[in-house]
């Protein structure tokens, strides 16, 4: 069974910071792009940043731009999302999805939440005072 499990999320406060880790079992995601999204309650679901199956590529969106990281381990069929400088609009349930993809079509993939197979059942984060 194919199958993503992320971890990590929580409570924190303005300017701090967590680490999300997506694993999978079932399968191997090392032809798989990953990506990270949000939804916040009331919004729609976007895509937060995202990474190539080797890791070459990376794509984030503009608000988490020069915050947050992406990267992977394929050894350890994990992905990774470090966060940092957390503000209080960063609050959402925070999911991984895979995709098999080309690394050209990381941006474009990242911003089509209908493109992806595979999600996980989120991890909550909230930042606030």
């Known amino acids: 069974q194919l199958q993503l499990v992320e971890s990590g999320g929580g409570s924190v406060q303005p300017g701090g910071s967590l680490r999300l880790s997506c694993v999978a079992s079932g399968f191997s995601l090392d032809y798989y792009v990953i990506g990270w999204f949000r939804q916040a309650p009331g919004k729609e679901r976007e895509g937060v940043a995202c990474?190539?199956?080797?890791?070459?590529?990376?794509y984030y969106a503009d608000s988490v731009k020069g915050r947050f990281t992406i990267s992977r381990d394929n050894a350890k069929n994990t992905v990774y999302l470090q966060m940092n400088s957390l503000k209080p609009e960063d609050t959402a349930v925070y999911y991984c999805?895979?995709?098999?993809?080309?690394?050209?079509?990381?941006?474009?993939?990242?911003?089509?939440?209908?493109?992806?197979?595979?999600w996980g059942q989120g991890t909550q984060v909230t930042v606030s005072s």
């Open positions: 999805a895979a995709q098999r993809g080309l690394s050209i079509f990381v941006q474009t993939m990242c911003v089509t939440v209908g493109s992806w197979s595979y």
């Open positions: 990474i190539s199956s080797r890791g070459g590529s990376t």
